[in-house]
């Protein structure tokens, strides 16, 4: 199963484009976290996720 946790979400109309997303994914990063930035098409949003962790489940 192809699992994720979406950290957070930013605007891709934004007029930084990806750089807020691409910024959190390295502070989140630099804590530890395996976060990455992908694009969502359906809801024209990055999103900072980190694959394989499940909310709620430790």
């Known amino acids: 199963m192809n699992r994720r946790t ?5 605007p891709a109309g934004g007029p930084r ?4 997303a691409e910024e959190f994914a390295r502070e989140c990063r630099l804590e530890g976290q395996a976060a990455e930035v992908v694009m969502d098409l359906a809801t024209d949003t990055f999103l900072v996720i980190v694959r394989g962790v499940e ?3 430790e």
């Open 6 to 10: 979406v950290l957070e979400r930013f």
């Open 55 to 57: 909310v709620g489940v």
């Open 17 to 20: 484009g990806s750089w807020p």
